[in-house]
């Protein structure tokens, strides 16, 4: 079992910056990937970004050059820093970590607005 928690999400303006952050717990050492996710309202959960337990990292299109995402192994804790935020990007952000085939995790989700 692997616990996540987020937080970070908040309202900002365009082309402002946010850094959401995850912190696992549990069976932290089998996790392969971990990763964030959006979901806007009526709209699909799609991949934003995910970094293996060696360092890769993979990228939605939609963000490449404008979020960056890293981890604290000594912290357990994963970060997605946003920046030159757009409205397109409002939704809700959910972390998520994967152990292998029928083992994903989910966090609960974080709330982020991008809206003057």
């Known amino acids: 079992q692997v616990q996540l928690v987020e937080s970070g999400g908040d309202l900002v303006q365009p082309g402002g910056s946010l850094r959401l952050s995850c912190a696992a717990s549990?069976?932290?050492?089998?996790?392969?990937?971990m990763g964030w996710y959006r979901q806007a309202p009526g709209k699909q959960r799609e991949l934003v970004a995910a970094i293996t337990s060696g360092g890769s990292t993979n990228f939605a299109d939609s963000v490449k050059g404008r979020f960056t995402i890293s981890r604290d192994n000594a912290k357990n804790t994963v970060y997605l820093q946003m920046n030159s935020l757009k409205p397109e990007d409002t939704a809700v952000y959910y972390c998520?970590?994967?152990?292998?085939?029928?083992?994903?995790?989910w966090g609960q989700g974080t709330q982020v607005t991008v809206s003057s």
């Open positions: 549990g069976s932290i050492f089998s996790i392969y990937v």
């Open positions: 998520n970590a994967y152990l292998g085939p029928g083992y994903n995790y």
